[in-house]
Structure formats: structure tokens, C-alpha cells
């Protein structure tokens, strides 16, 4: 089991940056996947990016080119660089990892892209 909170969202210009950052609970070097979904309102959750305890990422074609994800098992960290940010970039971000098949989630965060 693990527990996750998320740090990073707010309201940001369109072509703006962010950086969402995803901490545990407990050690994440076992962790084999941990990454980011979006979810907005009334729609299911997609996934947006995710990287393994390997370094190997998957990217949503929405965020290649203009996200980055990165793993810190130092600091239990997830990290996911945002930049380029559109106005349909607007969501609810979550952090998940994947244990024991099992997903556990963050509690979300907020992210708005508006002028």
C-alpha cells in the first residue's frame, strides 16, 4: 500500500508552464509504474503519462512533445513537467501507482490553463 499527494496545479496562462509533483508515502523503488492521469468533469480518467522503476515513459499523444515525466527514488518522487499548456489541458490530475495490482491514487490536482 501506498499513499500519494499531489502539489503543483493552478491556474497558469495558455503557452505557460507547470510542474506537478507526486510524493509517497513510503519507498517507491519497487514500484514498478507510477504516473499521471487527467480526469474531467463527467468524463473518465486518461491516462497522461507514466514511467517505470526502469525509466521506460508513456506519453498520451496530447503531452508528447510538450510533457515530461520523471522518477526520483530518493525522494519518493513522481514529477511531471508540463509546458506549452493549452486551454484543453484543463483538468483534475491525479498521480497513481501501480502495486501489487492494485492502483492507488492521489487526491488530485487542479490544473487550469485560462488568459
Known amino acids: 500500500q501506498v499513499q500519494l499527494v499531489e502539489s503543483g496545479g493552478g491556474l497558469v496562462q495558455p503557452g505557460g508552464s507547470l510542474r506537478l509533483s507526486c510524493e509517497a508515502s513510503?519507498?517507491?523503488?519497487?514500484?514498478?509504474?507510477m504516473g499521471w492521469y487527467r480526469q474531467g468533469p463527467g468524463k473518465q480518467r486518461e491516462l497522461v503519462a507514466a514511467i517505470t522503476s526502469a525509466g521506460g515513459t508513456n506519453y498520451a499523444e496530447s503531452a508528447k512533445g510538450r510533457f515530461t515525466i520523471s522518477r526520483d527514488n530518493a525522494k519518493r518522487t513522481v514529477d511531471l513537467q508540463m509546458n506549452s499548456l493549452k486551454p484543453e489541458d484543463t483538468d483534475v490530475y491525479f498521480c497513481y501507482a501501480y502495486v501489487n495490482y492494485n492502483k492507488y491514487w492521489g487526491q488530485g490536482t487542479q490544473v487550469t490553463v485560462s488568459s
Open positions: 513510503r519507498s517507491i523503488f519497487s514500484i514498478f509504474t
